[in-house]
Structure formats: structure tokens, C-alpha cells
């Protein structure tokens, strides 16, 4: 088992920058690849961005292309997304999740292994 822990949400203004953090304990000596998701209210839980094992390789949905970034610490067993710009748009619970896959591409919903509880962030305009 993997337990994924969130942190680093908070209520920021348009065009500021937030980082989120995701920490993995529990069976991690496979390393996993990572990616992020958001849910606004009311809508369909939606891909962000992944990251394979090494690091080296990512992919980032369309509309966060250029102005986020997901990075990861193998050491620390933990993940990164820093997100700059933030638009109001951005405002969502945004969650950690972990995958055997070796694909690092736009992945489905019900992909990932494991999931983290969720961080809010919300964008004021």
C-alpha cells in the first residue's frame, strides 16, 4: 500500500504562483510514476500533468501547458507541482495520484493505484 499526502493549497490571486507537494510513504521502494488531477465544484475530476519514475519525462494537459510544472524528488518521496499564472479557471481541489503505468501520457481517471485526500486551491480574480 502507498498513502499519498497533499499540502501546499491555499486561496492566492490571479496571476500568483502556488506550489503543491505530495508526499508518498508505504510501499514505495517501486518507484511509481506520478501525476496530479483537479476537481472544480461541480465538475468531472480532470488530468493535469504525470511524471515518470526517472523524472525526465512529463505531460501536461493543454490548458496548464506553459505555466505549470510537475517535478518530483526520489529521494524525499515526494512530488511537486508548481503552478504559475494561476487564473481563477485554476481554482479546484487538486489531487495527488500514483501509477505502476509506464505511460506518461494523458491518463484516464481510473488509472492511477492511488490517490491522496486532495488540496484546495482557490484563485480570486
Known amino acids: 500500500q502507498v498513502q499519498l499526502v497533499e499540502s501546499g493549497g491555499r486561496l492566492v490571486q490571479a496571476g500568483d504562483s502556488l506550489k503543491l507537494s505530495c508526499t508518498a510513504s508505504?510501499?514505495?521502494?517501486?518507484?511509481?510514476?506520478m501525476g496530479w488531477f483537479r476537481q472544480a465544484q461541480a465538475k468531472e475530476r480532470e488530468f493535469v500533468a504525470a511524471?515518470?519514475?526517472?523524472?525526465?519525462?512529463?505531460y501536461y494537459t493543454d490548458s496548464v501547458k506553459g505555466r505549470f510544472t510537475i517535478s518530483r524528488d526520489n529521494a524525499k518521496n515526494t512530488t511537486y507541482l508548481q503552478m504559475n499564472n494561476l487564473e481563477p479557471e485554476d481554482t479546484a481541489v487538486y489531487f495527488c495520484a500514483a501509477s505502476t503505468t509506464a505511460i506518461i501520457n494523458k491518463w484516464p481517471v481510473d488509472l492511477p493505484d492511488y490517490w491522496g485526500q486532495g488540496t484546495q486551491v482557490t484563485v480570486s480574480s
Open positions: 508505504g510501499s514505495t521502494k517501486h518507484t511509481l510514476a
Open positions: 511524471i515518470g519514475r526517472g523524472g525526465t519525462i512529463s
